[in-house]
């Protein structure tokens, strides 16, 4: 955004680039769904006087006409062809007015704009991020916001068409709020008729807790006789303090759009009154898609919290747990106090409780929809690497979640609950094997799985970041332990799997086995922390492991994209496959042979791990020597 002209009364700015994006992309893509502007300009013009109530609660002067009707209205002019909405809530000031209609601050912006990138259609991922007000410009080619903000003497027009720049000028006579005026687009003149509009409020904008008045239309042709009359459209209460029956399933979608700055359905709804000893009611929703913003570091909470209807905060930490922050919704309670600060709300205790039961309420809820496991992998996929930092953090909940949480599998395609995976345990397995990684299919290969597919034994593939973190904090679930497969030291031979033969006969014989391993070590030295014989090896000669105790590969790894270098923790032992004809053949090598042997065994297991090569000349060199060998003996 830069400025161009600059005067005492006006001055005109450009839009930050991802603005001008986002409003090509808003007025392009979105066109067949017009009408959604009004929904949009509505919900504004509540959260703005939702904004006021509260400041006003510390600040009574910020209501300067003593007025505390807060309402929001529509004003059409038919010779104009003008539509105007406005609201008597907070406003904005002329630096307010620049930076929430000329940039977007919203986290993670220039990511969305490369994930939508230049294809237009893409509807779903705009609503996903929210197109608010400039949904304006889909139907008119000028808006102008007059508006003046509580408590300031004097207030300012912003207006544009939406083509890379507006202005920002003085309005000394501007009322409190903001006062939204529409030039209508030729096409879009639809949305001057009085029944249009109201078809269009009772569809979208019904569940506004404030009035949304018609105004009349002193020069509307089909005017019948007799005064033009003022006309709410809305019902004007709060949806979340009605009946549950009184309530439509459209009445809740529409209002999780609202809360949610949502486009999605709901995945879930939970509305519920709790009495008793701690009084509120609550209107939760679990989105069907990842809101944009989910795993930004903060990990903000964003549902409601209304004190006897008074909006306290969207953002208040202590409402919901981290791991429950992708829920939207409305909590409004009358026992917590209205006139102490956030901070102070924040560690009350009544807060407390009720976050507990919200918690409660919503793990028993989705314990249900566990039931149906086609569709709750839609709730799992999308956020169940949220829901797994719990497992982390939440310790009274967490057998709970552990019986909520889902896993990808080498036993079956789809998720599997822990209780499947102790049902399924073979005779003589005592712990819960698991590997952490990037991806399911990668270890699916890896050859540390190897003797555990062969023996049928099932091993959980886990690659959210947050696995390695959770898993060492829980421990074990129904008494057995977690135990990574990648981990050296691990003995299979007590579990009766579904490998008959007697693997013992293709081995090579001991004792050359145990020279080789003191070979190995010798030759590689410093390179590893021990050389291991193993037995979970079946098609590969070697893999690497993380040393009994020590870090995970994959959490080394990952801390070292992180900048972190935790080559000091980190202790890698290199298994090696008995059975193997390679790894045979060897126990009668020696010298610079098996020195190279050696080396480049260690980089082929760094390699699989995913791992860079230290010395990559070195390895090509080696690579190269081998080859030239094998070629020349054919
Ligand atoms: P969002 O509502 O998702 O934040 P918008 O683009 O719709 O995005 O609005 C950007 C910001 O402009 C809002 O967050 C709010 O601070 C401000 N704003 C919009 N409409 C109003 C209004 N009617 N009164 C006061 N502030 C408003």
Sequence with gaps: MTEK???????TREFQAEVAKLLDLVVHSLY?????????????????????RYAALTDSKLLDDKSGDFAIHIAVNKTGKTLTISDNGIGMN?????????TIAKSGTAEFLKAVGDSKKDVNLIGQFGVGFYSAFMVADRVEVVSRKAGDPKGWTWSSDGKGA?????????ARGAHITLHMKKDAEEFLEPQRLHQIVKTYSDHIALPVILDPIADDPNKKDGEPKAETLNSASALWMRPKNDVTPEQYKEFYHHVGHAFDEPWHTLHYRAEGAIEYTALLFIPTQKPFDLF?????????????RVFISDQLEGLMPRYLRFVRGVVDSSDLPLNISREMLQNNPTLKKIQAGIAKRLLKDLKERAEKPEDYAAFWNAFGSVFKEGLYEEFERRDDLLELARFTSTAVDGLVSLKDYVGRMKEGQDAIYYITGESAAVLKNSPQVE???????????????????????????????????????????????????????DEAPADEIKALVEKLKASLGEAVADVKVSHRLTGSPVCLVADTGGMSLHLARMLKQHGENPAGVIRKVLEINPKHPLIKRLGGVSGAALDDAAHLLLDQARIVEGEAVPDPAAFAKRLSAFLEKGLAKD
């Design 166 to 174: 507006f202005t920002v000028a003085e309005a000394p006579d501007a």
């Design 32 to 52: 067949s769904n017009r009408e959604i502007f009004l929904r949009e300009l509505i919900s504004n013009a509540s959260d703005a006087c939702d904004k006021l």
């Design 5 to 11: 002209t600059s005067s005492p009364k006006a001055e």
């Design 451 to 505: 003797g555990f597919l062969a023996k049928g034994i099932e091993v959980l593939l886990l690659t959210d970041p947050i696995d390695e973190f959770w898993v060492p904090t829980v421990g074990a679930y129904d008494k057995k332990s977690f135990k990574s497969v990648a981990e050296a030291g691990t003995d299979l031979s007590a579990i009766k799997g579904q490998d008959k033969k007697d693997d013992a006969k």
């Design 296 to 308: 930004h570091p903060e990990r903000k909470g964003h549902v409601k919290l209304y004190v006897n």
């Design 94 to 102: 002329h630096d307010e007015l620049i930076a929430n209609l000329g």
